[in-house]
C-alpha cells in the first residue's frame, strides 16, 4: 500500500469480531514511514478494543488466517458441541450454555495461568475415561490436521485477494 502514497505513514491492522466485545486480538504492521508516534497513537486505538500485537507485513496473511478467521473455527466447534448435546437429549438451551461456557472457561484458564492448551488437555484427560474416548474419535478424524489445512487455505486466499487488489 505504501507504494500509492508517497511516504505517508502506513499501518495494516487486522482486528477480531471479538472487538465487538472489547476482545479482539489486532495485529498491526508498520510501513517503513511509521514513525514511534504514529505506532503509539494507533496501537492505543486498536488496545482499546482488546489485545495488540505487532507483526511484519509478511506475517500478516497468517494473523489473518489465525486470528482474523479463527473466531469462525471456534463458532464452528461450538456449533458442533451445541448440535451433539441436543442430539445427546440437552435442550438447545442448555446445550448452547454449556459449549458457551467451556469455550468461555478454557480460554480464560489458559490466559489467566498462562498454561499450555496441550498439558491443560492432558490434565483433563483420565486414561481409560470419557475424555480420552473423545479425544480418541477427534484424532482419528483428524481434527488437528482438518484446523492446519484450514489455516494454510486461508493463508493461500489471502495471497490470492492480495494479488488482485494490486492487479485491479
Request: aromatic share 4%; hydrophobic share 45%; charged share 20%.
Amino acid at each position: 500500500m505504501e507504494q500509492y502514497v508517497n511516504g505517508t505513514p502506513v499501518v495494516r491492522a487486522m482486528p477480531n469480531l471479538s472487538a465487538a466485545v472489547l476482545a479482539s486480538t489486532t495485529a498491526l504492521a508498520y510501513g517503513r514511514h511509521a514513525e514511534d508516534t504514529h505506532r503509539t497513537a494507533v496501537r492505543s486505538l486498536f488496545d482499546r478494543v482488546g489485545e495488540t500485537v505487532d507483526v511484519s507485513e509478511e506475517a500478516m496473511d497468517a494473523v489473518t488466517a489465525v486470528a482474523g478467521s479463527g473466531p469462525a473455527y471456534v463458532y464452528l466447534f461450538m456449533e458442533a458441541l451445541i448440535e451433539a448435546g441436543v442430539q445427546a437429549g440437552l435442550s438447545l438451551s442448555i446445550a448452547r450454555d454449556l459449549a458457551v461456557q467451556t469455550v468461555f472457561g478454557a480460554a480464560k484458564l489458559v490466559k489467566e495461568t498462562g498454561g499450555d492448551p496441550a498439558d491443560l488437555r492432558r490434565r483433563v484427560t483420565s486414561p481409560g475415561g470419557t475424555t480420552m474416548a473423545a479425544l480418541t474419535v477427534l484424532e482419528a478424524r483428524g481434527f488437528k490436521m482438518a484446523i492446519a489445512d484450514a489455516v494454510r487455505q486461508a493463508i493461500r486466499r489471502a495471497g490470492e485477494l492480495a494479488l488482485q487488489k494490486k492487479t485491479s
